[in-house]
T-cell receptor
Framework: EPEVTQTPSHQVTQMGQEVILRCVPI?????FYWYRQILGQKVEFLVS????????KSEIFDDQFSVERPDGSNFTLKIRSTKLEDSAMYFC???????????FGPGTRLTVL | SQQGEEDPQALSIQEGENATMNCSYK?????LQWYRQNSGRGLVHLIL?????REKHSGRLRVTLDTSKKSSSLLITASRAADTASYFC????????????FGAGTRLFVKA
């Protein structure tokens, strides 16, 4: 069964460093999403991406964040200058139709020291 | 206040009992979904109910939606220890783009 994959599973970085989180969505999906979940808290929407451009973004997704689909398979989230408060689980998701069931990856745990 | 608030925040029941979780939201929605998350792992879609539907069933799951009250409930019947997880409601917003807002979640613990 096809699934969304994410790498790395755990990323440790120093404050101020840039990180790139990688996702491979399900191959026939057209809509891609990033969410974050601070430990024990709710899942927060960051951004949605369709047709090679951002569809929606939240107030969390400021100038420090960017997304890219560099080729036909990968979908990346870049944080330019990490802050302590960026420490969280980051989940990628994808779906076919834009609304409705989303398929989530296993997440990347980002720890900013 | 946040979109998609669930209550209770935590629920502990015995195996075989029913579990009911509630969700409220604030803005106009396209649909409402329920997801399950096992400890720290990815979310798994359980069921979707469209804004023009009032009730939906899937196996041991029953979801209701009341758009006039902007609320939904998820009922899990005959719970099992394996149902222990966090449950989140999520709403697809009626915006021009694609935005899904998750609630704070209910942590369900089913005792064997």
């Amino acid at each position: 069964e096809p699934e969304v994959t994410q790498t790395p599973s755990h990323q440790v970085t120093q404050m101020g460093q840039e990180v790139i989180l990688r996702c491979v969505p399900i191959s026939n999906h057209l809509y891609f999403y990033w969410y974050r979940q601070i430990l024990g808290q709710k899942v927060e929407f960051l951004v949605s991406f369709y047709n090679n451009e951002i569809s929606e973004k939240s107030e969390i997704f400021d100038d420090q964040f960017s997304v890219e689909r560099p080729d036909g398979s990968n979908f990346t989230l870049k944080i330019r200058s990490t802050k302590l408060e960026d420490s969280a689980m980051y989940f990628c998701a994808s779906n076919v139709a834009g609304r409705g069931e989303q398929f989530f990856g296993p997440g990347t745990r980002l720890t900013v020291l | 206040s946040q979109q998609g608030e669930e209550d209770p925040q935590a629920l502990s029941i015995q195996e075989g009992e029913n579990a009911t979780m509630n969700c409220s939201y604030k803005t106009s929605i396209n649909n409402l979904q329920w997801y399950r998350q096992n400890s720290g792992r990815g979310l798994v879609h359980l069921i979707l109910i469209r804004s023009n539907e009032r009730e939906k069933h899937s196996g041991r799951l029953r979801v209701t939606l009341d758009t006039s009250k902007k609320s939904s409930s998820l009922l899990i019947t005959a719970s099992r220890a394996a149902d222990t997880a966090s449950y989140f409601c999520a709403t697809d917003q009626n915006t021009g783009g694609f935005k899904t807002i998750f609630g704070a979640g209910t942590r369900l613990f089913v005792k064997a």
